[in-house]
């Protein structure tokens, strides 16, 4: 349960970095911290305690091994966080072309 | 059940024949007075599609129709404001749609209101007693649209911007007769066929009546524009026709729809004959008008005619209709309650400030000495096209007060109401009006015997300067009534209307206006704000849907 609970500490630094950082790159920072503590949730929630790798073989009988799906999805979501980050940055660069500036409080065009 | 969407009966033939006949005057009344203008193809289009579809308004018997008719003659009155040349026109334009308009929606919810209660649109086949809290709620909606429609408080601001700022034969033609005969036929409808009324109810129309006539008139009093003031009396007489139908007894209700028509024929006669001094003079602001009697005879009669009307002096048609109104009033007291007499002073003195204000209007436009603007202007009366309607409708002023029973009230109004009610009093018109004749006879003739004889006419002193240097030293009307400006509580009440407190429009437009200021604080552009919101907003989902 402990191990649950550091990983919300962890949600919520990123979820912190997000809404309280003006600068862009210390927000994408928060959001790579955000999806950490996301993938580090689902892999605990495969652990069994004293588990051991799903790997099958001949004349072994399978007990308490840790479930293999999370894992697979966890890796996908590396991948695909690896390009959300990469077009993160790229973003934050245009961003910084157009206005010259990192801070986001100073990009106000959505004023009503 | 038998449901023809048309229905012709007495009361819609007697409106349909004088919708008729005012647009035939308006027609008539604009190849003079809006010569030279532009976009007269459109103008004259947009006035017979209001003749169309106010006629499809009157004859129909489903409310989805009805409705449908109603909110044409909306944007129809929003196209014909536009051909105003006044810097306000446009705003004026907007203000109409919208209050016209938003209680057309209200009138929408009053027709679904009137489908839950009974599952019928026809007018004919519903009846319904205003016993429950949401036939009463119907009752109000479709009420709003009829008030708005006439012009009673307190959707009326409309009609004075409009008076103003619309050219005068729209002004003639719309807010004073068509909108008035549909929204006080609509009201008589409501009042007397789909619902049945309760004293409640009634009490509550005569409120708004009284309210309306005073109110109105004692603005009318300082208002410094012709056809301003003119709309503001536009306001004040629907007043009476909401006072005669709330009184719920066959005589006011008669006096009533009376009135109504009596109302569009003097208020057309009037707003015609000032369209025509502001034809000829070029502007309605009474400071600058004076003493053009001696130019426009013909206008200043029929004007004259019209303003005794209006103030309700026997023999004219004003007068037949108030005696009608105050006989309801009176009957009322046969209910028991003691509040007839507070309707009754409330109307009685509004018609005695209507009659006091004319009496500024008429000199300030007619008599005393004429302005500077004015003596430039040569001698001549406006062209035939514009003269001839108001002539017509002065004509009918004194035919419909002469010979009220005779031709108005046994021809239109008795059938379409069905039965002849009881009169209380004695009132013989033919009679009055041969006595009051007599009586102007006598007085003239004292008054030459004993003054007029007597008194010279002498050049205005002005210690020794020259009167030519000095064009401010004349007396117009414009001034009469400033004093009441200054009387204690009326003070508080004309501060407050100048700044538009009593306006329905300008303090719906600022609630509208502070709400959506609240929402662009809270939209101030920084993501991080938002991100907040959207935090805040899943957290109350979560907890709406988790808990």
Redesign the interface.
Known sequence: MDVYLLTLVLFSIGIYCIVRKRNVIKTIIGVIILEYAVNLFFILSAYRTEGRAPIFMQEEEIVNMVDPLPHALVLTAIVIGLATTALLVGIAMRLYEKYGTFDITKIKELKG | MDASLFRIDSLSIFMGIFIGLFTLLTIIYSFGYMKGRKGLLRYYSYIILTLIASLGAVFSNNLILFIVFWGFLGMLLYLLIQFGWKETTSYTAKKALIIIGGTDAFMLLGLALIWHLTGSLQMDQVSIGLTSKVAVIAYLCLASGAFAKAGAMPFHTWVPDTAEDAPASIAAFLPASLDKLLGIYFLARLSLEVFRMTPGINVFLMVIGSVTIVAAVMMALIQHDLKRLLGYHAVSQVGYMVLGIGTGNPIGIAGGVFHMLNHSIYKSCLFFSGGAVEKKTGTTNLDKLGGLAKIMPITFITFLIAAFSISGVPPFNGFASKWMVYQGIIKTATNGSGLWIIWLVAAMFGSALTLASFMKLVHAVFLGQPSEEVKKKKQGEVGPSMWIPTVILAALCVIFGVFAYRVPLKMFIFPSLGGVPEFTGIWDPGLATALIVLGIVIGFVIYLMGTALKTRTTETFVLGEFIEDHPDMRLSGTDFYNTIKEIGILKVIYRLAEKKVFDIYEVGAKATLGFNGL??YM??????T???WC?FGTGILFWVLLR
């Open positions: 929402l662009r939209h101030n552009g920084i993501l991080l938002y991100l907040a935090l």
